[in-house]
């Protein structure tokens, strides 16, 4: 009886190891497939992320040149707000086309190139905008698009804030 039983806890044993080195490996594999999605994932998500940036960059009327950057998508007010680009002043009504703060003036190839035409309200508020020209455009309604990248806006050298009229 006692060689029956030694003969059966030693078959356990193995069983037990075979099981755990089965185990192991399988969560080595798990393991390493986990890591290899989580670096694909991550990579695609780093990539996509690059491709959605957009590169802007503000000119002051000083010749200054602020560099900004936003995603495709965001208004040129977004982009302003958070790169915390120094413009003092713009964007007073924070893109409810009531203040005209956020004019800016787009070089002219630039301009029509952009995706949308201004609508009435806009225009109207342009109308109240300083140094106003053939180019400018409400920082608020323009949204950026992947060929945007690169972009110089001119920031004109007073705003006027038509809310205090
Ligand atoms: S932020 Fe006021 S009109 Fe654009």
Known sequence: MTVINTIRNSARLTLRNIWLRNSLASSNNNSSSLTTNFTRTFSLGLALRQQDVVNITFVRASGE??????????????????????????????????????HL???????????????????????????????????????????????EVHVPATINDARAA
């Open 65 to 102: 040149k602020i560099k900004a950057s936003g995603k495709v998508g965001d208004s040129l007010l977004d982009v302003v707000v958070n790169s915390n680009v120094d413009l003092d002043g713009f964007g007073a009504c924070e893109g409810t086309l009531t203040c005209s703060t956020c």
């Open 105 to 151: 003036i787009f070089k002219t190839n630039d301009y029509e190139k952009l995706p949308d035409k201004p609508g009435d309200e806009e225009l109207d508020m342009l109308d109240l905008a300083y140094d106003l020209t053939d180019t400018s455009r409400l920082g608020c309604q323009i949204n950026l698009t992947k060929d945007m990248d690169g972009l």
